[in-house]
């Protein structure tokens, strides 16, 4: 049974900092690609970060650029996302999310989600 775990939210002031972490379990390939998507109240998901099986090819949403990291370690199966200078508007709910094989950054192009996990930013 394919599990995604998502934890490290919570809340925070603006200009702070905050790392999630989600850790995969039964999935049913090796090789993945790994991601962070996020919902606002009212907003629709939408793609914050990517990262390849190799950890060599990452992407990233140009709202986060330059302020979030992404990065993985396969030997757990376990993908980081480091958030720096928060802003009030990074407040949603961040969902880690996998797909097998071909690199992707649109919401409905992955098939395995985790619960989510909120993180509040205050001004």
């Known amino acids: 049974q394919v599990q995604l775990v998502e934890s490290g939210g919570g809340l925070v002031q603006a200009g702070g900092s905050r790392r999630l972490v989600c850790t995969a379990s039964?999935?049913?390939?090796?090789?993945?690609?790994m991601a962070w998507f996020r919902q606002a109240p009212g907003k629709e998901r939408e793609f914050v970060a990517a990262?390849?099986?190799?950890?060599?090819?990452?992407d990233y949403a140009e709202s986060v650029k330059g302020r979030f990291t992404i990065s993985r370690i396969n030997s757990n199966d376990t993908m980081y996302l480091q958030m720096n200078s928060l802003k009030p508007g990074d407040t949603a709910v961040y969902y880690c999310?996998?797909?097998?094989?071909?690199?992707?950054?649109?919401?409905?192009?992955?098939?395995?989600w985790g619960q989510g996990t909120q993180d509040t930013v205050s001004s």
């Open positions: 999310a996998v797909r097998p094989f071909t690199f992707a950054t649109k919401y409905h192009e992955y098939g395995y």
């Open positions: 039964g999935l049913p390939f090796n090789n993945f690609i």
């Open positions: 990262i390849a099986w190799s950890g060599g090819r990452k």
